[in-house]
């Protein structure tokens, strides 16, 4: 499985970005893809996942409200919409695939792709 995650950048306060990750390799009907973000000096972090079958979509409660992930099944892309940006939320944003059902802890995915970061100024 190989993940290119992309269209991280700078943004104000309270601005918005979409993130993108491609994804080659496999057939993707049974995965979870998610996201991930850390930060400077802090744990890599959860932010959401998406089970490829549709049925299931989990967002960490920092990103509830603010985030959501969608597809593009003809692409095979993931995407990480992000609205309402806050200076917490800079980060290196990770996409990371696994087989089976979501789960929140970056031991549970064996796949990653290179790191967008996201910076938001105040």
């Known amino acids: 499985v190989q993940l290119q995650a992309s269209g991280g950048g700078s943004v104000q306060t309270g601005g918005s970005l979409t993130l993108s990750c491609a994804a080659s390799g496999r057939t993707f009907s049974m995965y979870t893809m998610g996201w991930f973000r850390q930060a400077p000096g802090k744990e890599r972090e959860f932010v959401g996942a998406f089970h490829w079958s549709g049925r299931c979509n989990q967002l960490a409660d920092s990103a509830k409200g603010r985030f959501a992930i969608t597809r593009d099944n003809g692409k095979n892309t993931v995407y990480l919409e992000m609205n309402s940006l806050q200076p917490e939320d800079t980060a290196v944003y990770y996409c990371?695939?696994?087989?089976?059902?979501?789960?929140?802890?970056?031991?549970?995915?064996?796949?990653w792709g290179k790191g967008t970061l996201v910076t938001v100024s105040s």
């Open positions: 990371a695939a696994r087989e089976g059902s979501i789960v929140t802890i970056t031991s549970g995915y064996p796949w």
